[in-house]
Every structure is written in C-alpha cells, then in structure tokens.
T-cell receptor
C-alpha cells in the first residue's frame, strides 16, 4: 500500500538537544510539507519542498531545519534554538502538476521536552 | 496571502442530528476546497473535496457546498454518529503554488 510514514510516534528531547523526525513516502509525490500542531490548535506550516534539493520556509521555520536529498524523504530537525518544541508534528505530501491538490498526511510524531 | 476562517470552533450535536461547519476565504482565485477529519492522536484524513466548477458534492452522509460569489464553503454531516466526533479542517488552494491554507479547525462532539 502507498502511504506516508512518520517515525518515531513518540519522541522525548532533553533541553539543548537536536532531534530529527523522519518522514518517508512511497506515493511518488513531488511535494512534501511539515506542520506543527499545538493542543487544540490548527496546523502551522514549518517548511515545505516542491522538488528534490529545494525547500522553502513556512510560517514558523525558526528553530527548525530540513533536507530533501531524496524524493521519498523529508526529515525535520528540531534544533536547540527552538525554545518551545513540545508539539505534535505532521508530515504531508502531494502530487504536483496533475490537478490533484490533495495532501496525504502521516500519523504524526509527538515531541516532548523533558 | 490567503486567509481562511472556520466557524464554529466547537460544535456539539445529538446523535442523529445534522452538523454544519462553514469556512470563508479571501482569494477569489482559489479553486480547490478539501475537508479533512482528524481523530485524536492521528493525522488528518481527506474526507471530501470540491472544485470551483461545482456547487455541491455528496458522499453518503457528508456533503460540501461552495458559493464562489460569496467566497464560502460548508461541510454538512447528516445523521451524525459517535464516530463522527473529531476535529474537522477546511482548506483552500489556488491552481498555482500547490500549498494549502487551512482553517483553524472545528471540534465536533456527537453525544449519544
């Protein structure tokens, strides 16, 4: 089955540590996205990539970094510069140029600072 | 940029009643309007979508209506069931750019 996989499901970070969240898709989608969701809140865009080796900042990119070396993979690093990283992180992907604009979301990673 | 407002933020209905969620958007060039359902601890799932050349679309108990002149679209859930309890998000997109703008979400609670 095609889909988008996020790992781990739960992640704990100590103060001052960098952590990397994994996102892999086998849908052959060109575009991938990272969102942050705080309790009871909507989705805020962190970074997105429309093609391999290219990515753009979203609305809340400070304290985060990404890479897009492969079409299938779009890992997100939460750096120590992100002062309030505890949140639910969602990865999504979409096809480009086909008229199909819908996003497919992963099941999320819940990050907690300890 | 695009602005999407979603109302209400919470909605409580009795099982069997209907639920309606409304979204308004600002960019008249927007032409694709999906709705997502997010259950607790999971990622959002697409439940229905509509394009700008269509005024209404139905899929069993759910329907979406679009008024392009007024720049608003609505999700209608009929004969609600407890499993409809979730957070629902609307979104909009223009043909170019392919980046969805989401509404703030509606928490729906269906009481048995």
């Amino acid at each position: 089955d095609g889909g988008i996989t996020q790992s781990p499901k739960y992640l704990f970070r100590k103060e001052g540590q960098n952590v990397t969240l994994s996102c892999e898709q086998n849908l052959n989608h060109d575009a991938m996205y990272w969102y942050r969701q705080d309790p009871g809140q909507g989705l805020r865009l962190i970074y997105y990539s429309q093609i391999v080796n290219d990515f753009q900042k979203g609305d809340i990119a400070e304290g985060y970094s990404v890479s897009r070396e492969k079409k299938e993979s779009f890992p997100l690093t939460v750096t120590s510069a992100q002062k309030n990283p505890t949140a639910f992180y969602l990865c999504a992907s979409s096809a480009q140029g086909t008229g199909n604009y819908g996003y497919t979301f992963g099941s999320g990673t819940r990050l907690t600072v300890v | 940029g695009e602005n999407v407002e979603q109302h209400p933020s919470t909605l409580s209905v009795q099982e069997g009643d209907s639920a309606v969620i409304k979204c308004t958007y600002s960019d008249s060039a927007s032409n694709y309007f999906p709705w997502y359902k997010q259950e607790l601890g999971k990622g959002p799932q697409l439940i229905i979508d509509i394009r700008s050349n269509v005024g209404e679309k139905k899929d069993q108990r759910i329907a979406v209506t679009l008024n392009k002149t007024a720049k608003h679209f609505s999700l209608h859930i009929t004969e609600t069931q407890p499993e409809d309890s979730a957070v629902y998000f609307c979104a909009v997109i223009k043909a170019a750019g392919n980046k969805l703008t989401f509404g703030g979400g509606t928490r729906v609670l269906v009481k048995p």
